[in-house]
């Protein structure tokens, strides 16, 4: 990308060639979920917009909308990340994975299923963030004490109060899967 430079008199006058987009919709492609999934909509989408109201995946949760809370916590490439703080444009090729990638009624995800017995909902609103963020966590470290759990959620702002039996829920799955593989 090389930028156009004018000299006018004394003033000099740069003009960016690289192509500009919008304000009007504009297809895009993302991969979520492992689909290629065509959309069309502003440059200034963000990428929790697109999942919700392009894709109708509506399990990512937007509570603050400015990067605080956490709640609509997805992967980029394997990464949790705040989908209100990214534009989808920005990803257009990258893997994206929502809650709904992680597992469904019928195949719950071991964090999920833990989730639930460990009672570490109430209202529901943060639970899928949290558990992106806890399920990212136990793919990098199966070995988890206390404190990488509470790191690894403390951006998450949950209003129930659930924190105890999220790192209980945690604890619990991750002595399970090492009895299990010895
Ligand atoms: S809704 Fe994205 S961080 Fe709060
Ligand atoms: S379960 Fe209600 S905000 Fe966390």
């Not at 937007?62 to 990340?81: I, M, R, Y």
């Not at 039996?165 to 593989?181: G, K, P």
Request: aromatic share 2%; hydrophobic share 40%.
């Amino acid at each position: 990308m090389s930028d156009k430079t004018h000299e006018t008199g004394t003033d000099q006058i740069i003009k960016p060639s690289a192509e500009i987009f919008g304000p009007g919709t504009i297809s895009m492609v993302l991969n979520v979920n492992g689909i290629l999934q065509s959309i069309e909509m502003e440059p200034r989408t963000t990428l929790a917009e697109a999942l919700r109201t392009s894709l109708k995946l509506t399990g990512t949760k937007v509570a603050c909308n400015h990067g605080a809370c956490s709640a609509c916590t997805v992967w980029l490439d394997d990464l949790p990340v705040a989908a209100c703080g990214i534009l989808a444009i920005e990803v257009v090729s990258r893997k994206i994975t929502t809650i709904e990638g992680l597992g469904d009624a019928d195949h719950l995800h071991p964090v999920q299923k833990s989730f639930i017995e460990h009672d570490a909902i109430q209202c529901g609103f943060c639970t899928p963030g949290m558990v992106m963020s806890c399920a990212a966590l136990l793919a990098r470290n199966p070995h988890l004490g206390v404190e990488e759990v509470e790191t690894a959620i403390s951006g998450h702002l949950c209003r129930c109060g659930t924190y105890p039996h999220v790192v209980q829920a945690m604890l619990s799955l991750s002595a399970e899967q090492e009895a299990d593989h010895g």
